[in-house]
């Protein structure tokens, strides 16, 4: 298809991106927190007439949002019901009885999505190992939909224990509860057929609870894309970074929580592999967050699952878990929309409230009146006020001045500048100290890596971020303003199924295992072939642990049939991970159980390999044609900046810090201790520049 178009819905701008025979038209839209879906259609008329097309020409939309995401931290779903074994009522309440701040008298945790009273229990009992050790309570059942039926639910969860093993039960209660309720009903086996009840009860819970918004919104999407002549089909991008149909993303709502972000780490990822840069930290900032994301050997980083609405941003167990497979990265609440604030000890702070789209930040002119990240970068000269977007926005340097000094300004004795320049290096900080965490957690150095910075605020922080983190090299690649919308349009058709089943090495049986893996294989390839026809790549891994240990480490194992020799090498190909990961193996006498408790098969269609291309560090410097004064950290006052058009630069040529280089969705700022080089394929390289 060659005629492709990308809908990244942020939290302030929705990007759009038009893939025309190679050749990229994009825009970015303020959200539309009414009728999401009309920022859509906006940007579409937009980037159509700047490429002379009807939408009719479309050949495929490929759409990610963070609208599911939003109704679990806003608590913006539907009334739901949850229907559970009899004696887990409260499982999704008492969580794991884990505290993630031991000492902490006041500590908050988030509320269940479902109240108690909206939580039924029906005799009936699977076994660990799939048997049944208590029938299924039909007539309770039966009795529990005409409950259901008259009590106002827009959606119902049903998680009985141990489906994972044995749905049997969960696809009888729905079958019964379907006859007398109309509403949609998730079933905690197809939705996170996997260990650990908590979890899983908690990723059926929260699918039901945005399924019906989600549902809507996505069937008014597709009607409205017809009317306007989009006729073409729509497919999201999911937590892992592939491609469904929007009918299972309508089933299946929760596998979109985090779709925007994996496709900035897919775009980041196709830079690292262009340029053969096996280590790369994705920076993404963009309106209301920024994501940090580790990509290595050309491929971000995945985990099993993730939390959403943390009460505490750092903290790990304060959110509520969702189980299902998603690029892993660490986000916080930096974005060009996040609040500044002093609070109580005479501290800058800022961030997480955003103000979004609606009111915006103050220089908007929208009715907001709080300084946000935006304001700062204003008022210290880094965004021209009649080039913002494109020109699409006018910003008023007067209001977000007084936004600074009204809010935070006369609170700390400080002018407009020096306001702003606080503002900023909190913020600077605290992604830094984001990005650090991130890094220690998975045993890695950062300032190894090369930072490659995108979204629409990430290039006017990205220098002074790698200043902070003694990082040398940073990345911002064409079209880096629309960066999450460009990875849309390279992400593969792909789907990832994940089953529990505790398989102890001592008693390994092939063909079980194979069957286990086949019948895998067959539900990943089936949501791929919704999109493409074209040759799978597969992904098989097991995670695998010593009997008696909390959790699990994967390993990859080869795609092909299993014999019952291969249970050595299974041992093997474990305790070489766990080594990996650990330092060392516990057993090297071989004396522990080993087990495999969770297996996955990944399925994606084959993609072509971008063009390579070898970083050069300049031939040619460029001079400026004009300048304005931008706030330098380094001297701590403005300096006389040099202002350079991305478009007007070629390969090899050398820009000195300090700099500005503009283009329509964004502007990268060169400090003084970098420089900029122009590549062959339009991507600016930011270098250190006792490092060239």
Not at 257 to 279: C, K, M, Q, T, Y
């Amino acid at each position: 298809m060659t005629i492709r178009l990308g809908a990244d819905i942020g939290g302030t701008f929705t990007d759009i991106v038009l893939d025309l025979h190679g050749k990229l038209f994009s825009t970015k839209v303020l959200t539309n927190y009414t009728a999401p879906e009309q920022a859509i259609l906006d940007g579409i008329a937009i980037v159509c007439a700047d490429a002379g097309i009807a939408p009719s020409a479309l050949e495929i939309v490929i759409h990610g949002t963070t609208l599911a995401t939003n109704a679990l931290i806003e608590r913006r779903g539907a009334k739901t019901a949850f229907v559970t074994t009899e004696g887990f009522r409260d499982v999704t309440e008492m969580r794991t009885e884990n505290r993630f701040a031991q000492y902490d008298l006041n500590l908050r945790l988030p509320t269940p999505l479902i109240p108690r009273e909206d939580r039924f229990t029906v005799a009936g009992r699977i076994g660990a190992q799939g048997q049944e050790l208590a029938p299924l309570d039909e007539a309770a059942l039966e009795t529990l939909a005409d409950r259901i039926a008259a009590g106002g639910y827009g959606a119902v969860a049903i998680g009985f224990i141990h489906s994972y093993m044995n749905p049997a039960h969960e696809a009888r209660a729905r079958e019964i509860l379907s006859r007398k309720v109309t509403v949609p009903i998730s079933i905690s086996s197809e939705v996170a057929p996997q260990m650990r009840e908590f979890e899983r009860f908690n990723t059926v819970c929260a699918n039901a609870y945005v399924r019906p918004q989600m549902s809507a919104y996505l069937g008014r999407l597709q009607t409205r894309l017809a009317d306007m002549g989009a006729t073409c089909p729509v497919f999201m991008i999911h937590s892992g970074g592939g491609l469904v149909s929007v009918e299972t993303a309508a089933e299946f709502p929760v596998r979109l929580v985090e779709s925007g972000p994996a496709g900035g780490a897919i775009f980041a990822a196709d830079v690292a592999r262009r340029f053969g840069l096996d280590r790369v930290v994705s920076y993404d900032m963009g309106g209301t967050t920024a994501k940090i994301c580790l990509i290595e050997d050309f491929h971000p980083k995945t985990a099993r699952s993730f939390e959403v609405a943390r009460t505490y941003r750092f903290a790990k167990g304060s959110g509520m878990p969702i189980a299902i497979p998603v690029i892993e990265m660490i986000e916080i609440g930096a974005g060009g929309g996040s609040i500044a604030s002093v609070d109580a000890m005479g501290r800058i702070q800022t961030g997480p409230e955003s103000a979004g789209s609606e009111p915006g930040p103050a220089c908007y002119g929208r009715g907001g009146t709080r300084p946000a990240i935006t304001d700062a970068d204003l008022t210290m000269g880094k965004i021209d006020p009649d080039n913002f977007a494109g020109g699409a926005i006018r910003l008023s340097s007067e209001a977000a001045e007084t936004a600074i000094i009204t809010h935070v300004g006369q609170r700390l004795a400080l002018d407009a500048q020096a306001a702003a320049f606080g503002i900023s290096e909190v913020v600077d900080e605290n992604m830094a100290n984001a990005a650090r965490v991130h890094a220690v957690e998975n045993g890695k150095d950062i300032s190894d890596n090369i930072m490659v910075a995108f979204g629409g605020a990430a290039p006017l922080h990205a220098a002074r971020l790698c200043e902070k983190l003694g990082i040398d090299r940073c990345l911002v690649p064409p079209g880096a303003g629309v960066g999450s919308a460009i990875g849309f349009l390279k992400a593969p058709f792909g789907y990832e199924s994940l089953a529990s089943n505790l398989i102890r090495l001592s008693a390994f049986d092939a063909d079980t295992f194979n069957t286990l893996i086949a019948t895998l294989t067959t539900t990943a390839e089936g949501f791929v072939r919704k999109g493409t026809q074209g040759p799978i790549q597969r992904e098989i891994t097991a995670f695998m642990r010593y009997a008696g240990q909390g959790w699990e480490i994967p390993v990859t194992l080869p795609d092909r049939p299993f014999t019952s020799a291969d249970a050595a090498m299974l041992k093997d190909a474990f305790r070489s991970n766990y080594a990996r990961f650990f330092g060392r193996s516990i057993d090297a006498l071989g004396g522990l159980e080993i087990e495999i408790v969770t297996l996955s098969v990944k399925a994606q269609d084959e993609r072509p390999l971008p063009d390579s291309v070898t970083l050069t560090t300049g031939t040619r410097t460029v001079a400026a044609t004009h300048t304005r004064p931008v706030f330098d950290p380094a001297t701590a006052r403005p300096l006389p900046t040099a202002i350079h058009d991305r478009s007007t630069l070629t390969a090899a040529d050398r820009i000195p810090g300090p700099a500005v280089i503009v283009e329509r969705e964004t502007a990268t700022i060169v400090t003084s201790p970098f420089d900029a080089v122009m590549q062959a394929d339009g991507t600016l390289l930011l270098l250190r520049k006792d490092k060239a």
